[in-house]
């Protein structure tokens, strides 16, 4: 990388104008980027909109994600997001701060991983604007938009007792890649390696580029699901709040969750989707039982009450305990 290459160098309109090709387009976009904001279609007259941001150091390290992991990871969390409510991804918004020495390589980088999970996750999704800023620590924000097809929307709040708890995509797999980079991709100094995060790329991508199913959102929708959340930072805690929402318990039978069943209740950014269905309902393809819907509140593991842990931004992680 030359000095001639970097974000200060170039400024912000040249390197907007070697990004803008590399991003997807959104077929709803009735005006993308270009103007001081798009314009985008919303066939049912409603839209779904959620937001999500990625820093630098308590989000990912530059050490282990490449910026084609960070642009995949930053718009697979946001399309989970949309995805829980049963609506289709439509359009996305990406704001990113950088520090103005950074390449103009790894914002190119980042819109590609934006563009390939788009294209993987969510066709027909795409990026119809956001801005450009700079920063000490490199920061990644998007807001995500979807279309609910005349369909309500399905809540964290529709979930009753007798139930089937079910979930779309894995469990535990993030949290095990995560501490997998902690315990054996950092060097003798306690940083982050680059070069042994690499050696673990096929064990590590489900946190480092997660593939949750986005397309499951909608097809839960179609089958009657109740109550639907993305997984984002732990079974446990999130179906807490799932279960709050409801004001019921969740109770998860132990021989459903996999080999580590604390690991799949306490491991976070899965983002996997957990929904109910009326028991009268077949489950639609891709989900599986993994619990049922009772009296009473929180969350049971079981039929023993569980404490929900999972991450929480400010206090870092809050294991849980049985």
């Not at 976009?29 to 990625?54: H, I, S």
Request: proline content about 7%; aromatic content about 4%; some cysteine.
């Amino acid at each position: 990388m030359t000095a001639s290459d970097t974000l200060g160098a170039i400024g912000e309109s040249a390197t907007l104008q070697r990004i803008f090709p590399r991003l997807p387009a959104a077929a709803s976009a009735l005006l993308g980027p270009g103007d001081d904001a798009a314009v985008v279609a919303a066939p049912d007259g409603r839209f779904v909109v959620t937001t999500d941001m990625m820093i630098h150091g308590p989000d990912f390290r530059l050490a282990w994600s490449s910026p084609h992991d960070l642009g995949w990871k930053a718009a697979a969390s946001n399309l989970a997001d949309v995805a829980a409510m049963g609506a289709v991804p439509t359009a996305l918004v990406v704001a990113i701060a950088a520090p103005p020495d950074s390449p103009v390589s790894l914002l190119e980088g980042i819109a590609d991983g934006l563009r390939d999970a788009c294209a993987e996750l969510a066709p027909g999704c795409g990026v119809v604007g956001g801005d450009l800023s700079a920063s000490t620590t490199l920061s990644i924000a998007v807001t995500a938009f979807g279309d609910l097809s005349g369909r309500a929307p399905v809540l964290r709040s529709g979930a009753r007792v007798g139930d089937i708890v079910a979930v779309c995509g894995v469990l535990g797999d993030a949290a095990l890649a995560l501490r997998l980079l902690f315990t054996e991709a950092v060097g003798a100094d306690g940083e982050p390696s680059s070069v042994l995060a690499a050696t673990l790329r096929s064990r590590t991508a489900a946190q480092l580029a997660p593939r949750p199913p986005i397309g499951a959102g909608q097809v839960a929708a179609l089958a009657g699901a109740t109550a639907m959340l993305d997984l984002s930072d732990g079974l446990a805690i999130d179906a807490a709040r799932l279960a709050r929402a409801s004001s019921v318990r969740l109770d998860f039978d132990s021989a459903a969750l996999g080999p580590d069943p604390l690991l799949a209740l306490g491991g976070g950014e899965d983002h996997s989707l957990l929904a109910s269905f009326p028991a009268s309902v077949p489950l639609p393809v891709g989900f599986r039982r993994i619990g049922v819907v009772v009296d009473g509140a929180g969350i049971s593991l079981d039929g023993e009450p569980y404490d929900a842990g999972g991450w929480d931004p400010y206090t870092g992680w809050n294991g849980g305990q049985g």
